[in-house]
């Protein structure tokens, strides 16, 4: 089985666990989705209200580092910080560039622990892919979670 770990990281947070993640998941290619310098703040203010309106008008940050095809993987596994209780816009961004994905699809996310709602988000940005189990870090098990996504037979 071959598997994307891909996500987005704005503090250091969802990529430390990404990176984690690389190292328990055999033959598995990490990929750090990247955006144009200039599309968030530094300030965690600035940057919830960018979101906000680039969510508003559908406007979602460009991924400067798309794979050339997502088709050679079986399993993405894919990561986020928690914003505004659901999905970064990059990854929304991301999940609209893998539309055609016919694997599975791992969600991961870090949060400060007011993450319950980032699955309802999720399903509601990820149409047709096939989502599998995730993984809250602020909740849940990271070794049981590898164990369910890698024997995943769905
Ligand atoms: C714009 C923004 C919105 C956030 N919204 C939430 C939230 O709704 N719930 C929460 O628990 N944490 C929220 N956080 C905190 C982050 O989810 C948390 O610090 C995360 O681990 C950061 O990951 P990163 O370092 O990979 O960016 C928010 C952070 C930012 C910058």
Redesign the pocket.
């Known amino acids: 089985m071959k598997t994307l770990i891909a996500?987005?990281?704005?503090?250091?947070?969802?990529?430390?666990?990404a990176n984690k993640i690389h190292k328990l998941i055999p033959n598995s290619d990490l990929l750090e989705i990247k955006v144009p310098d200039s599309t968030?703040s530094s300030d965690?203010?600035k940057?919830?209200s960018?979101?906000e309106n680039q969510k508003s008008i559908h406007n979602l940050p460009q991924i400067l580092n798309m794979p050339n095809n997502v088709n050679e993987y079986d399993l993405i596994v894919l990561?986020?910080?928690?914003?505004?209780?659901?999905v970064?816009s990059p990854v929304m961004s991301f999940i609209e560039n893998i539309s055609n994905f016919r694997g599975k699809v791992a969600p991961f996310?870090?949060?400060?622990?007011?993450?319950q709602r980032?699955m309802e988000f999720f399903h509601d940005v990820s149409g047709n892919l096939n989502v599998i189990q995730d993984f809250d870090?602020?909740h849940d098990d990271l070794n049981e979670w590898i164990k369910e996504i890698t024997n995943d037979r769905s």
């Open positions: 996500f987005y990281s704005w503090s250091g947070t969802t990529k430390r666990l968030f965690m203010h940057t919830a960018i979101y990561g986020s910080p928690v914003w505004d209780w659901g970064s996310y870090t949060s400060v622990g007011n993450s980032f870090d602020a």
